[in-house]
């Protein structure tokens, strides 16, 4: 017999999704209303402001795709490509290969940056690119990679592209609300993030901003966007018609109650706090694996304080770790992927997981069960 699903308490220190605060869980049990109510288009309007100051932007178009990161990495490839454009795509782990798979499918010409995991973007290399290719139109990259834990810099990247007059499109899923993000002083186009990773809203929403030259191209374009659901000039009358909103698609009404909330929290703790705390809890849990004899994957220098990627210790079995960290403390800690799976662990400290409790219960929990 089929029984309800009553999920356990888990501590959620891996790459994605983090622990939820009650206060977002209750938000999304509140009463679903019409996703064309007056009161809910308020509150949608609502979240586009706090969206805003998240992504530190005045950017009109920022919204929340109605679906998860790897939709709104879809959503600003189909929108600002067409076919036969040439684009740079910067490669240093899972993600930035999933941006060129993109790319591909959207007929365009990619001319690949290839950076070995766990280093960051080169600069020098994209330059050379685009010295090399003067005629690219995007540059392609992921601000912080969550396979590897390396954090690249957005914002010389960006101004290199603005050199050759290119559009930037940048995966922002794990830094957005964990690490500095600047889209109008970096000069950032198309950026788009996730709902369950350092915003620590429930999995599905993709936030996402288009800088006004972004929405130029895409009013430029001579061919129509390939995704019917993920063409923005068709959800742009959505999002942004006020009260004469049409319709474009069901919103996830319930979803968008908890991003709501998740991002007045962020609010209230102020973004330069948000980012102190993830440098300070990585500062501590740092201190504690190096006592234990972690090695980190990334040099401190670009590292990410939201996703600390170690190499396994000697003769220890990856499987088996984490299945005693889940079953004896309730703990889930990330595996490698790629060319790092069986290798190492990612220990998240993403939005509400990144607190004192959890960095004390994850150093004591590797304690014991590596003595083991
Ligand atoms: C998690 C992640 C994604 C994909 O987000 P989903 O919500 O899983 O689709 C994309 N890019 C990066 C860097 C991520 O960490």
Redesign the pocket.
Known sequence: MIQRFYPPRRILMG??PSDISPYVLQALSRPTIGHLDPLFIGMMDEVKTLLKYAFQTENEFTIPVSA????G?EACFVNLLEPGDKVIVCRNGV?GE?MRENAIRCGAQVVLVDDEWGQPVSVDKVQVAFEQNPDVKVLAF?H???STGALSDAQALAKVAKQFNALTIV?A??SLGGVPLKVDEWGLDAVYS?S??CLSCV?GL?PITFSPKAIERIQARTTPVQSWFLDQSLVLGYWNGGAKRSYHHTAPVNSLYALHESLLALHEEGLENAWQRHADMHQQLKVGLEALGFRFVVDEACRLPQLNSVYLPEGVDDGAVRASLLDNYNLEVGGGLGALAGKVWRIGLMGYSAKQENVALCLKALQQTLTQ
Do not use: I, L, N
């Open positions: 790459p994605g998860p990161g790897s939709a990495m993600f999933r992921v912080a990679e969550t995966d899923v794990t996730g369950q990773k999995p993709s």
